[in-house]
């Protein structure tokens, strides 16, 4: 019964451990959603330090649950793939603040005519985050339908390469100067680098679920 207890400690730890990723990536998009229509970098100052205060909090959760992991003996046969696959989901919230701080450290606007674009790349950082949630608290409770909920992640990384590409194209299409084009760009593949993030855990989650198959 100990044992069960202490399993189902480290499941809510999880929990909060997605919650606290989940809603940096959250302030990330409506922040950066807000400034790039706004210009207003008082207030991207402060969505950068909540972000940064989430992703804290989930580095703190995540080390708890290590620590719980080894000294408690639990999930021995998948310990490893499990602190592995939470090490990977945390680079999406790395990913996040790297983006939001280049934004506010280097001073970057963003011109009117990459609007559309940027909140289209940005819905699907968050959504891209949302899937890889739920195909984690899946893989607690079920297996059968965390690979279906994997593979939406692939798509969606997909479709936020396609308007990354599209957005760098139009800044090295316009009037900018060269090194505004250079910032935006590299602005640009920061924030398009969350999907990737999302997807590799996503791979990690599929390993998970292979290795418990056989």
């Known amino acids: 019964m100990l044992f069960v207890s202490r399993q189902k400690k480290v499941e809510s730890l999880a929990s909060d451990y997605c919650k606290a990723v989940l ?7 409506d922040g950066l959603l807000s400034y790039s229509q706004t210009g207003d970098r008082q207030k991207l100052g402060q969505d950068l330090n909540m972000v940064h205060r989430f992703e804290s909090s989930a580095d703190d959760i995540r080390t708890e649950i290590e620590v719980m992991m080894y000294s408690k003996s639990i999930f021995p046969e998948s310990r490893g793939d499990i602190l592995l696959l939470l090490e990977m989901i945390d680079r999406v919230p790395n990913q996040a603040e790297t983006a ?5 450290t280097n001073h970057i606007t963003i011109p009117e005519f990459l609007q559309d674009g940027i909140m289209k790349l940005l819905a699907l950082t ?41 957005l760098v194209e139009r800044v090295f ?40 198959s056989v």
């Open 126 to 166: 968050l959504r891209s985050t949302e899937v890889l949630i739920e195909a984690v608290e899946q893989l607690f409770s079920d297996f059968a339908g965390t690979m279906a909920i994997v593979g939406k992640i692939d798509e969606i990384e997909s479709e936020a390469d396609n308007i990354e590409g599209s």
């Open 23 to 29: 809603q940096a990536l959250q302030v990330f998009h």
């Open 100 to 104: 939001i701080r280049m934004l506010w």
């Open 173 to 212: 299409s316009s009037e900018l100067d060269g090194f505004q084009k250079i910032l935006l760009r590299d602005f640009i593949g920061s924030t398009g680098a969350i999907p990737d993030r999302a997807e590799n855990a996503g791979d990690r989650i599929r390993i998970i679920v292979a290795k418990r």
